[in-house]
């Protein structure tokens, strides 16, 4: 490998949703250095788009600083947890001390609304830190992922040919995370300036209903998928039946509450002004999937999501 003589980006949760494909994105084209750091040994296989990769434990602030030795840029997406401010905050800490030049920080759509909901009001608590600090940076507020539809099967795809969950009649601009991370490339590498402190929310290009997901899946699968608006309730019963903890399950029911008055329903034209692209439609991201070989009606899950709060 030619040894690249730019400046150094670390990346924090690399085999993330985004990150793995940030990380994607900027090694193959960037002549940066592109640093990512893994809390976990079994991540280290995963990464697969990397100039260096460095060991990371949250619970011991040491390894954070040896991780920030000589980074220019960081792109900073920590997993949604009760102890999401304090590992970010230490994140941020270390990044002054370091000399970090500039902040990329992946928030939530929503994080500045009041009284909004706890995962969006953990999020603009990070955000905090991070204008408190000085450090110049850019928010990124995406909505939830087309991606939160796929990585395990659902139970009651295979077994009711539905999708199950207490979404109403709401709308929801899902964002590709492919185009979440050409945004992200693109501020991270782009005109520094152009983008000093500035806050995108970052939507797909059109708000649709699970009715409507529905029916989509169905003609891009052949196999004949129905909607069912399920209670609350039912929806904590089947995430507990799982294993899901009741931290999790709670803000879950919380953001779909939300949901159901068209909360998320808004869309912008950030990614198709940042990258110059139009943003993936559902449609093309089902479509891409399967020609990808892979099998939707064995590999959808609809609780996913809720596991990963994006």
Not at 15 to 30: E, K
Not at 144 to 160: A, G
Not at 279 to 287: L, M
């Amino acid at each position: 490998m030619t040894r690249k003589n730019g400046s150094t980006i670390l990346l924090t949760d690399p085999t993330g949703t985004v990150g793995n494909a940030v990380a994607t994105r900027l090694v193959s084209s960037d002549q940066n250095i592109i640093r990512v750091a893994v809390d976990t040994k079994d991540k280290v296989g995963k990464i697969k788009h990397a100039d260096e990769i460095v060991d990371i434990d949250y619970t011991r602030p040491e390894t954070v600083a040896e991780a920030m030795d000589n980074v220019d840029r960081l792109f900073l997406r920590i997993p949604p947890s009760d102890e999401m401010v304090d590992i970010s905050s230490n994140f941020v800490e270390k990044a002054k001390k370091s000399g970090v030049k500039f902040i990329v920080k992946l928030s939530v759509m929503g994080a500045d609304v009041e009284p909004g909901y706890t995962i969006g009001r953990l999020h603009r608590q990070v955000e905090k830190v991070i204008e408190e600090s000085g450090i110049p940076f850019v928010f990124l507020r995406p909505n939830s992922f087309m991606q939160n539809f796929v990585t395990r099967s659902s139970e009651t795809l295979k077994t009711q040919n539905a999708i199950c969950l207490p979404g109403g009649d709401a709308k929801i601009s899902l964002v590709d995370a492919r185009d979440v991370a050409a945004v992200t490339a693109e501020v991270l590498t782009g005109n520094g300036s152009q983008h000093l402190n500035k806050v995108y929310d970052l939507t797909g290009p059109e708000a649709l209903s699970h009715s409507q997901f529905a029916d989509i899946l169905s003609k891009e699968t052949g196999r004949k998928i129905s909607y069912t608006d399920i209670s609350g309730e039912d929806l904590r019963d089947r995430m507990k039946k799982i294993g899901i903890v009741d931290w999790f399950i709670d803000n879950a029911l919380e953001l779909y509450t939300m949901y159901r008055s068209d909360y998320r329903s808004q869309t912008t034209t950030v990614v198709e002004q940042l990258t110059e692209q139009e943003p993936i439609s559902f449609s093309q991201f089902v479509s891409n999937y399967k020609q990808n070989g892979l099998s939707w009606p064995n590999q959808l899950n609809f609780l996913t999501g809720w596991l990963k709060f994006e």
